[in-house]
């Protein structure tokens, strides 16, 4: 079993910066993706960006692009969002998820694992 922990949400002023972090823990990671999605009060859950655990490619949906970047620490079994530049707009839950594949999907049904979120609210 896979255990994924969400952590690093609060609250900032746009244009201010955040650093979500995601631990996993259960099994060896090197054939994993691991992906932050967001979903904000009304919408659908949303891609934010994943990357390839092995390979450390990654993908961003453009929104994002040049604001957040995606990395991985091998050593702690951790994954991070640094989130830049804030915008109102990026306020949303947000979730790390993974899937045993080296390809970075985009829709969430394709994850077999999931954290259990934590907020990040964008004051403008």
């Known amino acids: 079993q896979v255990q994924l922990v969400e952590s690093g949400g609060g609250l900032v002023q746009a244009g201010g910066s955040l650093r979500l972090s995601c631990a996993a823990s259960?099994?060896?990671?090197?054939?994993?993706?691991i992906t932050w999605f967001r979903q904000a009060p009304g919408k659908e859950r949303e891609f934010v960006a994943g990357?390839?655990?092995?390979?450390?490619?990654?993908s961003y949906v453009d929104s994002v692009k040049g604001r957040f970047t995606i990395s991985g620490d091998n050593a702690k079994n951790t994954v991070y969002l640094q989130m830049n530049s804030l915008k109102p707009e990026d306020t949303a839950a947000y979730y790390c998820?993974?899937?045993?594949?080296?390809?970075?999907?985009?829709?969430?049904?394709?994850?077999?694992?999931w954290g259990q979120g934590t907020q990040v609210t964008v004051s403008s």
């Open positions: 998820a993974g899937r045993a594949s080296r390809y970075i999907n985009r829709y969430s049904s394709q994850y077999e694992y």
């Open positions: 990357i390839n655990w092995s390979s450390s490619s990654t």
């Open positions: 259960g099994r060896p990671f090197s054939s994993y993706t």
